[in-house]
């Protein structure tokens, strides 16, 4: 006689704690990347009014829910007001951010303002859109500010935006930049912060599944698909399932630069360099054999010999 061993199915009770734990942990993990880069760069102070801009995608609504949860145990007293600028784009659900934001109780803007026909008029069909479309809503939203007296201005970009940033400006545009965590507007007068800047695009997507935000679909420049930073998505993306921890190990190098080991000039002074006499761990490795080992936090992370 023998048996055969099933895996019972487990209870539903038994599934519910599960998934409540694990969205718990989640929702730590969030509000413990976003507090460390709020306080990494200093970016909310006391008495700060910030605004952030809500664009009805899954990373903005993020971001205010995660600011709220924060405000309540916040070292220092900071308000949040939410804009939203209405594009008129063809369909627009206009109802739906008013709705979710008075349901939440607090201070939001609705800005008006046409910039998808000048959008549509000025750029070929076919073209990108973004470039135009995010110079247009950079200079309204900061007029905004002026007007509501935000202090700081709070971006919806996350991780994975700042990377993709890099590999554009490095692919595209021959130059080692990114998208910073905090910088003084185009105009000089504000300060605009991404307290996501160190939170996996992964997590937001399950936040915003856990939380069942309204999301708003952009049909300006969503529905192009040929766009560098949709293929740019695409490779690091592929490139974290095929090695857990790599993302996370580029997050890391934006944070530990080392200009004498660049070519910028301007950066580091290579025409008066001479030799010193003084041995140094930082010297030229160039031909050596680099054993990068994976750190045991990031199984998976390939293995590179040089």
Not at 106 to 111: A, G, Q, R
Not at 175 to 188: A, E, R, Y
């Amino acid at each position: 006689m023998s048996a055969v061993w099933i895996d019972a199915e487990p209870a539903p009770l038994a599934r519910s704690l599960k998934i409540e734990r694990e969205t718990h942990k989640l929702e730590k993990r969030l509000c413990r990347l976003v507090g460390q880069a709020i306080g990494d760069y200093a970016m909310v102070e006391e008495g700060d009014k910030v605004m952030v801009c809500l664009s009805g995608g899954k990373d903005s609504y993020g971001l205010l829910d995660i600011l709220l949860k924060m405000r309540q145990r916040a070292p220092v007293s900071f308000d949040i007001v939410a804009v939203n600028l209405d594009q008129k784009q063809p369909g627009f659900p206009a109802h739906v951010l008013p709705d979710y934001l008075k349901a939440l109780g607090i201070p939001f803007h609705i800005e008006e303002q046409d910039t998808y026909s000048i959008v549509k008029d000025k750029i070929p069909e076919g073209k990108t859109m973004c470039s135009l479309c995010s110079r247009l809503r950079r200079g309204i939203l900061y007029r905004v500010a002026d007007e509501l007296g935000a202090t700081k201005i709070a971006l919806g970009h996350h991780r994975d935006d700042i990377l993709q940033t890099f590999f554009l400006n490095m692919f595209f545009g021959g130059k080692l930049k990114g998208m910073p965590p905090k910088l003084v507007s185009d105009d000089g007068r504000h300060v605009v912060i991404r307290p996501l800047a160190y939170v996996p695009e992964k997590d937001l997507i399950r936040w915003a599944e856990h939380r069942q935000f309204p999301i708003i679909p952009c049909t300006l420049c969503g529905s192009q698909e040929n766009l560098q930073r949709k293929q740019v998505g695409a490779m690091l993306r592929e490139w974290e399932k095929k090695h857990p921890g790599r993302l996370e190990n580029m997050a890391n190098a934006l944070q530990n630069v080392v200009p004498s080991h660049l070519g910028d000039g301007t950066l580091y002074d290579f025409k008066g360099l001479s030799a010193t006499g003084v041995a140094s761990e930082d010297g030229d490795k160039a031909f050596d054999t680099e054993d990068f080992t994976a750190p045991p936090t990031l199984p998976g992370l390939s293995v590179v010999k040089l």
